[in-house]
């Protein structure tokens, strides 16, 4: 038993420091899109992977409802991003720019069992702070473009448009 734990050990130290070098955080981000008549808040539990200076993110989101906008909705989605770190410290701590790509599937009130599927690219920039080794916070903006793939079902000419898209970003690296 000892030695199946010793083995269990020496295999998370060596995993441990082969995957600091590809560092992947896990956490939960806020989404915040406003434009033309439209203002909504997205929840999201997200997952990025770093490779040096890049990174690619993943996410799933929550479109809570929003009284401000005209058209009210709620829904889930995704997303799929891609990030360049502009600093020299590859372990955190620098300005970065990207691109993600949002496929939201929305619910309008009164049609609520009819999913409108809003799609939304967006260039994004932002700073990537790691506190204590293992947390990170992440603000950025980001502009965007919404487009409607499925028309008619209770959404408004507010729903498709330009976007400007803040969020902030927190979780734990690995």
């Known amino acids: 038993m000892q030695k199946l734990i010793q083995s269990i050990f020496a295999f998370l130290l060596i995993n441990g420091n082969s995957q600091a070098q590809n560092p992947f955080e ?32 993943a996410g799933i989101t929550y479109q809570l409802a929003s ?39 929305e619910d309008f009130e009164g049609k609520t069992r009819q999913k409108s599927l809003l799609v939304t690219p967006m260039a994004e920039a932002g700073y990537h702070f790691i506190f204590a080794k293992r947390f990170y916070g992440a603000p ?15 959404s408004l000419d507010e729903d498709v448009g330009k976007r400007f898209i803040p969020s902030i970003s927190a979780g734990y690296r690995f």
Do not use: C, D, Q, W
Not at 29 to 53: C, L, Q
Not at 70 to 99: C, E, K, L
Not at 140 to 154: A, C, D, M, Q
């Open 67 to 105: 009284a401000k906008a005209y058209s009210v909705s709620t829904g889930f989605g995704m997303y799929v991003g891609y990030r360049h770190a502009f600093g020299t410290n590859t372990n955190g701590n620098n300005p970065f720019a990207g691109a993600r790509i949002l496929f939201s599937l």
């Open 140 to 154: 950025s903006v980001g502009f965007g473009y919404t487009i409607e793939f499925s028309k008619g079902y209770n």
């Open 26 to 57: 896990l956490g939960a981000e806020y989404i915040r899109s406003s434009g033309k008549g439209y203002s909504t808040t997205k929840v999201a539990a997200r997952g990025e992977s770093f490779n040096n200076k890049n990174s690619f993110s």
